[in-house]
């Protein structure tokens, strides 16, 4: 069983002083405990996406929506951000821009003051929440001397500590070193597959959403161009080849060796799929030769 | 002289007493790739600050073209040494593309028959003659990186020190950020090339300088590199996919060493059933 957590019907955007429209009729249905990824050149509208599932689109930017978002079944035209914070958690890709206090404990307290959670209430979740991305025994360090990842994992925590059923994340990773992209991913499963949160991931690692999601959505100048599992999204390279997106390195191997006359049964989109792929390709391939 | 870029003990001390990089010896030959690879806070930066003049030693010695940069400014260096940011915005000031081109051979003094070969050579290669008199900051981010690029080669230093390229673009940027390698790699210019994008280094980079801690921990080339498994832990890098594939299957099948390249990959599995 499966039921939707948001819905964008017609969702059409665009911000002041443009002359194309962002966003142009997007149809999206995203089911509670799913993890999906929305990948696109840049450009391609991912972000106001992103943006719009929380409220900040509209409300927060200058420009002109039509079509609707509903999340939970609220219509984000009718809601504030901050109601929607209960259901959406949002980080960025740069985690700067979003820590602002002196220590950790604070940083994890700002937001839930701001939305009125009482101080015992706070003592419970903000352990929790710190606990979940790894960085208890840290309350007391300032955000500006935790590592890249560190610091966008208190950016998680502090969505978290709101409860979200949602958690958007875009581009979480850009900024981040090898070390920090592996954390922040690593929690962000973590959470999906333990606490059944649903995940909506903004990125451009396609090796990595392979591993990961369980749906794709591929954006390009505003529309949703293909949608499907990571096996029909990443093996129909011809399409992605029309936006401009790479398959990942092992789905490019089997596809390389298709066009010189091999052939397999399904291009492999995981490194663990392609170990078993070529494997017993080539077990095969011995035999019969 | 073949070693281009040369540090002989080199240690960075920041005023706050902490060392960034502590005993550093280097050798770059002219016309290399060198790849500086490890996390943030490891000293890459700090490291590749020192080949422009933008920091001195605090001790030991850097030498650019057989010129010792301590006794140098920025500016004298920026005809041997360019460096490109991995935030353009660091780097772009001028109120259009053509002026941000301009900008650099103008202080070298070239003439204006100079300066418009250059410009328009670059704006060539770089495809930006549609976007010339743009106001840079109004641009894209991916396109202002290329832009900041841009802005380096039509100075046409000999060593070109790129932090980040790829970081911010998506797969069409960072087919034009490979494009310019090449480019590089024919003209033999030498390269410094910070970056976490393995799969650039594996395709491009002659040889990769592992950074840990604030000291260099491992030269290799990249075959060499991303086969030492204990190095890639230790350092908590990764390898490429088509290079952990290649690993993986080594065991099983394939018997010539791992390959790096999604190309190279392929062959070696067409090699295995020939």
């Known amino acids: 069983m499966t039921s939707e957590i948001i819905r964008i019907e017609n969702l059409t955007y665009q911000y002041a002083h443009t002359d194309k429209p962002a966003l142009v009729d997007i149809n999206l249905s995203i089911n509670k405990g799913e993890y999906l990824a929305i990948i696109g050149p840049c450009g391609a509208g991912k972000t106001t996406i992103a943006l719009s599932l929380n409220g900040i689109v509209p409300h927060m930017t200058v420009g002109e929506m039509r079509g609707k978002v509903f999340v939970e079944g609220i219509d984000t035209t009718q809601s504030q951000v901050r109601d929607l914070a209960h259901i959406v958690g949002m980080v960025f890709d740069n985690p700067e821009y979003q820590l602002s206090q002196s220590t950790v404990l604070s940083e994890m307290a700002i937001g839930l003051e701001n939305i009125g959670v009482p101080r015992d209430e706070m003592l419970v979740r903000i352990p929790e929440a710190l606990q979940i991305v790894g960085l208890s025994g840290l309350e007391e360090r300032s955000p500006l001397e935790l590592s890249g990842g560190q610091q966008q994992r208190l950016a998680i925590a502090a969505a978290l500590s709101m409860h979200p059923k949602v958690l958007v994340l875009d581009e979480p990773t850009s900024n981040l070193d090898p070390m920090g992209k592996e954390e922040v991913f690593s929690v962000a499963a973590q959470l999906n597959r333990e606490k059944q949160m649903t995940v909506v991931i903004v990125e451009h690692e396609v090796e990595v959403i392979a591993d990961y999601a369980d749906r794709v959505v591929v954006l390009d100048q505003g529309q949703i161009v293909n949608s499907g599992n990571v096996n029909e999204i990443f093996t129909d390279i011809d399409s992605l080849d029309r936006v401009g997106i790479r398959p990942p390195q092992v789905t490019a191997i089997a596809s390389g060796l298709e066009k010189r006359g091999y052939h397999f049964k399904d291009l492999p989109v995981t490194l663990d799929g392609a170990d078993d792929t070529f494997s017993e390709w080539l077990k095969q391939d011995k035999v019969s030769a | ?274």
């Open chain 2, 1 to 274: 002289m073949s070693n281009i870029i040369e540090c002989s003990n080199l240690s960075h001390v920041y005023p706050t007493g902490l060392p960034a990089i502590k005993a550093i010896n280097l050798k770059v030959n002219s016309g290399e790739i060198v790849a500086i690879l490890g996390q943030n806070g490891s000293g890459k930066t700090t490291l590749v600050k020192h080949f422009n003049g933008l920091l001195k030693p605090t001790s030991g010695k850097v030498s650019i073209n057989g010129i010792d940069t301590a006794k140098q400014t920025v500016f004298n260096l920026s005809s041997h040494a360019g460096y490109v940011f991995q935030n353009p915005n660091h780097q772009l000031f001028s109120t259009s593309v053509l002026a941000e081109l301009q900008f650099g051979p103008k202080n070298q003094g070239l003439t204006d028959d100079e300066i418009e070969v250059r410009v328009k050579e670059t704006a060539d290669f770089f495809q930006l003659h549609s976007i010339i008199n743009e106001h840079p900051l109004r641009l894209s981010f991916p396109l202002r990186k290329i832009v900041a690029m841009a802005s380096i080669y039509a100075m046409q230093p000999s060593i070109f020190i790129l932090d980040e390229p790829t970081t911010g673009q998506d797969h069409g940027g960072a087919e034009k950020v490979r494009k310019f390698l090449r480019k590089l790699k024919d003209d033999e210019k030498t390269v410094i090339l910070v970056t976490h994008d393995m799969p650039l280094v594996a395709e491009i980079a002659d040889r990769v300088i592992a950074m840990w801690s604030s000291e260099i921990i491992r030269t290799a080339n990249p075959r060499e590199f991303f086969f030492d498994l204990k190095t890639m832990e230790k350092t908590k890098l990764q390898q490429p996919q088509a290079t952990a594939l290649s690993h993986r299957l080594q065991k099983k099948v394939l018997n010539d060493g791992i390959t790096l390249t999604v190309q190279e990959t392929i062959n070696a599995l067409e090699k295995v059933l020939n």
